[in-house]
């Protein structure tokens, strides 16, 4: 007989008391904020893609659930907000129908629809896994190696001698 456990009275479960949803984008990222209780928009609105302004953001939200979509910021802002001791959803777009199927696409709309899905079952948004950042830097100095020896195999003779070419492999590692 399987022994039945209840994790519902745990007294360390997380409750938010906001949910928000950030379409990250280069610039701005679309920001809705949802009361997690009611599910209720309380605002939307644009903010800047810095870290005080995100810092701003967490510390207004100390209690809050996080989601956002995968991309080239997701990595620092997410370790940003779970930092400052947010639950922080990263999820993959590609696998989440209700956002790249949708005919009405925008940034707004993304960052609602991610803050509704949060808030009503996190198992509803794919997770994407942001590399740790020893995998990034073992990722960064690959990258780098793979671009000296296309360099050193394409303009052997371009400098005047190996050390020119070693000088510049060395600053790409």
Known sequence: MKKKTDISASSDAFVPTHTIGIDLGDKRHAVCILDHTTGEILEEFSLPNTRPQLGKLAARFPKARIAMEVGTHSP????????????????????????????????????????????????????????????????????????????????????????????ICEREA
């Open 76 to 167: 620092w802002i997410s370790r940003l907000f779970q930092k400052s001791g947010l639950e922080v959803i990263v999820a993959n777009s590609r696998k989440l129908r209700a956002i790249y199927r949708n005919d009405r696409k925008s940034d707004e709309l993304d960052a609602r629809m991610l803050a509704r899905l949060a808030r009503a079952d996190v198992s509803l948004l794919p997770s994407a896994i942001n590399p740790a950042p020893l995998t990034r830097r073992f990722r960064s100095a690959r990258a780098a190696t793979r671009n000296c020896a296309a360099f050193s195999s394409v303009a052997p003779n371009t400098f005047s001698g190996p050390s020119a070419r070693t000088a």
